[in-house]
């Protein structure tokens, strides 16, 4: 499980864009959305 997913275009490339919409009671991401490049 990625937990640090506001990182997530540093190391995974095709990653553009990265908004954690819900955070849990325990500061973990819920829901996420992310924007990538065109494959």
Do not use: H, I, Q, Y
């Not at 499980?1 to 506001?6: A, I, L, S």
């Not at 990653?15 to 065109?38: C, I, M, N, Y």
């Amino acid at each position: 499980m990625v937990r640090d997913v506001e990182n997530l275009p540093d190391w995974a490339t095709d990653v553009k864009e990265v908004d954690v919409l819900v955070w849990d009671d325990e500061g973990r991401p819920g829901d996420v959305s992310f924007r990538a490049a065109a494959m």
